[in-house]
């Protein structure tokens, strides 16, 4: 069990351009979640997996997100032309089941900056 | 839509002394409410998970308690210690278990 691994850590990107995050949940996790944060806050809902299926996603996901699992490994993260609003902290988290009765497993995120 | 808030936003005591963080929930209807740690810059280290059915959940210092029907829940940290320092998180699942919906966190400086 090596966690939760999310690359990169740091991303600088100029407004407009287009960016995509990894996660890279533990290996036998069939629920992977994606999660914004921004600084003070809690983590808020963007979208989840289970195996390959994307089942949910919030309001939050406007048009220029997009996220993928594809076999049901590994996930990333697209935002098309970022706005400065997009600067946040991505958190990706997997667990073995759903209902959120196994523990949740957070990557160490992905902090975003848009100038 | 569930809203979950915290209180207080910050808390500083000095080592040894017992405290409670506050949790509070909008919709009773949830599956389970989660406690997590968060250290500056970190993802977030799951602590104590309650289910709807409980009441409370014990882990070494800390002791979370869930009171459904009023929308409340709280963590208790006995004998508070420097480690300790870091952003508590608290968070709710939504009745189908698909969603958790977090509170803003309480910072929670403890100084030697």
């Known amino acids: 069990d090596t966690g939760v691994s999310q690359n990169p850590r740091h991303k600088i990107t100029k407004r407009g351009q287009n960016v995509t995050f990894r996660c890279d949940p533990i290996?036998?996790?069939?629920?992977l979640y994606w999660y914004r944060q921004t600084l003070g806050q809690g983590p808020e809902f963007l979208t989840y997996?289970?195996?390959?299926?994307?089942?949910?996603k919030s309001r939050l996901l406007s048009d220029r997100f997009s996220a993928e699992r594809p076999k049901g490994s590994f996930s990333t993260l697209e935002i098309q032309r970022t706005e400065q609003g997009d600067s946040a902290m991505y958190l990706c988290?997997?667990?073995?089941?759903?209902?959120?009765?196994?523990?949740?497993?957070f990557g160490n995120g992905t902090r975003l900056t848009v100038t | 839509k569930q809203e979950v808030t915290q209180i207080p936003a910050a808390l500083s005591v000095p080592e040894g002394e017992n405290l409670v963080l506050n949790c509070s929930f909008t919709?009773?209807?949830?599956?389970?409410l989660q406690w997590f740690r968060q250290d500056p810059g970190k993802g977030l280290t799951s602590l104590l998970l309650?289910?709807?059915?409980?009441r409370e959940q014990t882990s070494g210092r800390l002791n979370a308690s869930l009171d459904k029907s009023s929308g409340r829940s709280t963590l208790y940290i006995a004998a508070s210690q420097p480690g300790d320092s870091a952003t508590y998180l608290c968070?709710?699942?939504?009745?189908?278990?698909?969603?958790?919906?977090f509170g803003g966190g309480t910072r929670l400086m403890v100084k030697p």
């Open positions: 988290a997997s667990s073995l089941t759903g209902g959120f009765s196994s523990p949740l497993h």
């Open positions: 290996s036998e996790h069939n629920r």
């Open positions: 968070a709710v699942a939504d009745n189908a278990g698909n969603m958790l919906t």
């Open positions: 919709d009773s209807a949830i599956y389970n």
């Open positions: 309650i289910q709807s059915s409980q």
């Open positions: 997996f289970q195996n390959e299926a994307q089942l949910e």
